[in-house]
């Protein structure tokens, strides 16, 4: 019987060097000030912010050039998206964004990825939850409380469902799209993300209000968590 291979580490080395590999995601500049807003007062000072889903990489250079004390780990498990994110770091020149890691949050294994000794001081994704299967929610959740350290915040950014309100026109829009491109997709709702966290060993969630009908949820790891 054959065994289904787990795709190779991802090599910097192998994107081309004669092409321009960056992506570019217009949602990105649209909102990447306003979550750099939320993320000065919720990241600590220094250590290692890991993002999950990291896509064109255009955050992790924007947030690192704004936030110098902090080293940014990017992620994605697209070869095209870990293409871009070191195109991006080395066209930016970003001393504090490490190398992208090849990360999908629906396998089970990918703490491991990270290098040994290497603990996150915070965890980040952007846009993800409702454009991937649940099983990438209840991975990040699981990876993401085996590796954080009391206090450290999960942050999640994106438009939600929330209990006992009605669904945004636009997000309703956005919603009805993304389950007619997969019926895997969608927005999720808060309160089972919540659950989700409680589960992982986070605290209830802290919610902000961002532009265009989005959220930033920050959950924090708990004692004994």
Request: with cysteine; net charge negative; aromatic share 6%.
């Amino acid at each position: 019987m054959m065994t289904e291979q787990k795709p190779a580490p991802w090599d910097p080395a192998s994107a081309p060097a004669d092409a321009d590999r960056r992506l570019h995601a217009p949602a990105a500049a649209r909102n990447r000030d306003a979550i750099l807003a939320v993320l000065r007062s919720v990241l600590p000072p220094t250590g290692t912010a890991l993002e999950i889903a990291s896509g064109s990489g255009e955050h992790a250079v924007h947030f690192a050039a704004a936030l110098p004390g902090l080293t940014f780990r990017p992620s994605d498990p697209a070869a095209e998206a870990l293409d871009s994110i070191a195109a991006w770091t080395k066209q930016a020149g970003a001393p504090n964004v490490l190398p992208p890691l090849r990360i999908d949050a629906t396998d089970p294994a990918w703490p491991a990825t990270l290098q040994p000794g290497e603990t996150p001081a915070a965890i980040l994704c952007i846009n993800m939850i409702h454009i991937a299967p649940w099983a990438a929610t209840e991975g990040l959740f699981r990876g993401a409380g085996a590796l954080l350290p009391t206090g450290a915040k999960l942050i999640l950014y994106g438009p939600f469902r929330r209990p006992g309100r009605p669904l945004e026109p636009g997000n309703a829009a956005f919603d009805e799209s993304l389950r007619e491109r997969d019926p895997a997709w969608g927005l999720r709702d808060l309160g089972e993300v919540a659950a989700l966290a409680l589960a992982a060993g986070f605290g209830g969630p802290e919610v902000i209000e961002m532009p265009a009908n989005n959220l930033t949820v920050v959950f924090g790891k708990r004692s004994g968590g």
